[in-house]
């Protein structure tokens, strides 16, 4: 099974809008959960947004208003549109086929960011 790949960061002025996308390998179908997750610090991710199989959709609280998460099974791609964004919003953006606790920061030695169901993110900048 190929690894899930995530697409469409780049730089945006405060305020503005990107839509990311992940490529889902199967996983839209198969998955109990997808979700999108950031880079923290060095070494932690933190859990953004979910979805799971009946649609049911959860943020973190520093998201809730201004991220949209969902999907499209007949393409298999996860999105995210992220809208008024801030430059806290800055980060490396992944998407998994799983889901953790949201607003928390997760050791990366805990997840199995290795593995074929985590991609290898893309770039979310906010800057004046």
């Known amino acids: 099974q190929a690894r899930v790949a995530e697409s469409g960061g780049g730089s945006v002025q405060p305020g503005g809008s990107l839509r990311l996308s992940c490529a889902a390998s199967?996983?839209?179908?198969?998955?109990?959960?997808m979700g999108w997750y950031r880079q923290i610090s060095e070494k932690e991710r933190e859990g953004v947004a979910t979805?799971?199989?009946?649609?049911?959709?959860r943020y973190a609280e520093s998201v809730k208003g201004r991220f949209t998460i969902s999907k499209d099974v007949a393409k298999d791609t996860l999105y995210l549109q992220m809208d008024n964004l801030k430059p806290e919003d800055s980060a490396m953006y992944y998407c998994a086929a799983e889901c953790r606790p949201l607003g928390l920061p997760l050791p990366t030695t805990s997840l199995d960011i290795d593995s074929n169901y985590w991609g290898k993110g893309t770039l979310v900048t906010v800057s004046s």
């Open positions: 979805i799971f199989s009946d649609e049911t959709t």
């Open positions: 199967g996983y839209t179908r198969s998955a109990r959960c």
